[in-house]
């Protein structure tokens, strides 16, 4: 059975960093891209990023770019979202998921997701 | 980007109903369009991609139609189960992948 676990949300201060982890299994992680998207009741689901399987493309929306880097250690199985300088646009539920990248290709599996909460 | 808009935002139904979600793209998307399922606390569900092709393990009740701009969810012989929010994905021309605003099904 495919599972996608996100981890490290929490409340953070504007302008803070944080970090997301997606531990996944059931399925070989090192086949797929996989992605990160986030939800909020005002703007509903937005992508946020994607990453190759060997690392080699990543894309970002354009919202926070120079602000987040992607990452992803096919040998533990992990993705990754490092999120920096963080507003409270950033507020929002973020999904892993597992698909996407060249080739019109949906997202597959999701996460239940972490909550990020940016405020003083 | 790509602005996908779809309607209704809500509808209440009954069981056994059947129901008809639509996605409009604010270009045309050929037949990339998918379809995902969410439930309150748990993980959005890929239903239908490519505007039609089930996923594997849907029930047949759930069906896609649509190329170009303008597609449509059908959910027939509506169940308990399927009370939920639903959204639409374009995947023609990504990134970003952008999706619809949902539509919640509720009794």
């Known amino acids: 059975e495919v599972q996608l676990v996100e981890s490290g949300g929490g409340l953070v201060q504007p302008g803070g960093s944080l970090r997301l982890s997606c531990a996944a299994s059931?399925?070989?992680?090192?086949?797929?891209?996989m992605n990160w998207v986030r939800q909020t009741p005002g703007k509903g689901l937005e992508w946020v990023a994607s990453i190759k399987q060997d690392g080699s493309e990543k894309f970002f929306m354009d919202s926070v770019k120079g602000r987040i880097t992607i990452s992803r250690d096919n040998a533990k199985n992990s993705l990754y979202l490092q999120l920096n300088s963080l507003r409270a646009e950033d507020t929002a539920t973020y999904y892993c998921a597992t698909g996407g990248g060249w080739g019109s290709t949906p997202f597959d599996y999701w996460g239940q997701g972490s909550l990020v909460t940016v405020s003083s | 980007d790509i602005q996908m808009t779809q309607s209704p935002s809500s509808l209440s139904a009954s069981v056994g109903d059947r129901v008809t979600i639509t996605c409009r793209a604010s270009q045309s998307i050929s037949k990339y369009l998918n379809w995902y399922q969410q439930k309150p606390g748990k993980a959005l569900k890929l239903l239908i991609y490519?505007?039609?092709t089930l996923q594997r393990g849907v029930p047949s009740r759930f069906s896609g139609s649509g190329s170009g701009t303008d597609f449509t969810l059908i959910i027939s012989n509506l169940q308990p189960d399927d009370f939920a929010t639903y959204y639409c994905?374009?995947?023609?021309?990504?990134?970003?992948?952008?999706f619809g605003q949902g539509t919640k099904v509720d009794i």
């Open positions: 490519a505007a039609s």
């Open positions: 059931g399925f070989t992680f090192s086949k797929y891209w």
């Open positions: 994905q374009q995947s023609y021309n990504a990134p970003p992948w952008t």
